[in-house]
């Protein structure tokens, strides 16, 4: 009933730029909050990103001036631009969501399937 897709990832040279997209789909009355994630091999998955609806975006340490997380609300969409890209950053990106369904009314969270990251000269 909810679906959500990340777009964007890809190989890029240290200091260079990629600009995550996740769209969610289906019976949807509201989304919040949204934010991204990211997974290493051999790593926890941390939180990289955070975005109320309404409220300030909220950063890890280790991203803080170099990405930044938007959201379309009108679309049910949330992008991550990343700069200033370092190889450990490499990772498994994924978009998640606390959704409201029309049906129920009821929130959970929701997981996107994940786009690439690598990070390589």
């Known amino acids: 009933q909810v679906q959500l897709v990340e777009s964007g990832g890809g190989l890029v040279q240290p200091g260079g730029s990629l600009r995550l997209s996740c769209a969610a789909s289906?019976?949807?009355?509201?989304?919040?909050?949204m934010g991204w994630y990211r997974q290493a091999p051999g790593k926890q998955r941390e939180l990289v990103a955070a975005i109320p609806k309404g409220g300030s975006p909220n950063y890890a340490d280790s991203v803080k001036g170099r990405f930044t997380i938007s959201r379309d609300n009108a679309k049910n969409s949330m992008y991550l631009q990343m700069s200033g890209l370092k190889p450990e950053d490499t990772a498994v990106y994924y978009c998640?969501?606390?959704?409201?369904?029309?049906?129920?009314?009821?929130?959970?969270?929701?997981w996107g399937q994940g786009t690439q990251v690598t990070v390589s000269s």
């Open positions: 289906g019976s949807i009355l509201s989304i919040n909050p």
């Open positions: 998640n969501a606390v959704v409201q369904v029309i049906i129920t009314r009821t929130s959970r969270p929701y």
